[in-house]
């Protein structure tokens, strides 16, 4: 199995400043054939199911602000919000769906300073 | 708009079973593969199984291959997880999730709660 390794467990980052987390996986999520990396990102606040934020390492999915950014191939990944706003108070996870299990980080916790 | 509406939870003895149920709406249910992600309380997301649009292919987590199920009816827009010898480290909220190409987990229901104890 793919293990997923997030870092840090949590941060605290001051309105409109930067955060920044990382995700390793242990073996490459890069899949040849398309030159695609096969990891997701997730948020999820408080009392809610996760949204999906970003796949294909650096895709942002529809309608999520553009101060959300991902980056990264093969085995290390950052998700990186420019500007903390308030409401991206929330937990967030990588996934990757290279290989069965797709297996997730074990998550960040993103607060205000 | 699509909607997934999970259902089936409750408390359950350790050994016993329960069928969680997900009501899907708002898109063409059999054109995508569906998974179930689980999150134990305060812990983070566990991905737990998977099925294709068809219903041809299944993928289990190692904690619960053997146990669990995953099966769905396209007649009824309706995805499954049968869940037996169930044990106390089972005890999680259960979301349905939608897939899609390129990606996986594009929408979440709101879980179903699923307590495992004596």
């Known amino acids: 199995d793919i293990v997923m390794t997030q870092s840090p467990d949590s941060l605290a980052v001051s309105l409109g400043e930067r955060a920044t987390i990382n995700c390793k996986s242990s073996q490459s999520v890069l899949y040849s054939s398309n030159n695609k990396n096969y990891l997701a990102w997730y948020q999820q606040k408080p009392g809610q199911p996760p949204k999906l934020l970003i796949y294909w390492a650096s895709t942002r999915e529809s309608g999520v602000p553009d101060r959300f950014s991902g980056s990264g191939s093969g085995t290390d990944f950052t998700l990186t919000i420019g500007s903390l706003q308030a409401e991206d108070v929330a937990v967030y996870y990588c996934?990757?769906?290279?290989?069965?299990?797709?297996?997730f980080g074990g998550g960040t916790k993103v607060e205000i300073k | 708009e699509v909607q997934l509406l999970e259902s089936g939870g409750g408390l359950v003895q350790p050994g016993g079973s329960l069928r969680l149920s997900c009501a899907a709406s708002?898109?063409?249910?059999?054109?995508?593969?569906m998974t179930w992600v689980r999150q134990a309380p305060g812990k983070g997301l566990e991905w737990v199984s998977a099925i294709t649009g068809g219903g041809d292919s299944t993928y289990y987590a190692d904690s619960v291959r053997g146990r669990f199920t995953i099966s769905r009816d396209n007649s009824k827009n309706t995805l499954y997880l049968q869940m037996n010898s169930l044990r106390a480290e089972d005890t999680a909220v259960y979301y349905c999730?939608?897939?899609?190409?390129?990606?996986?987990?594009?929408?979440w229901g709101q879980g179903t709660l699923v307590t495992v104890s004596s």
């Open positions: 708002g898109f063409t249910f059999s054109n995508y593969a």
């Open positions: 999730t939608k897939d899609r190409e390129g990606a996986k987990n594009e929408y």
């Open positions: 996934q990757q769906y290279y290989n069965p299990p797709l297996t």
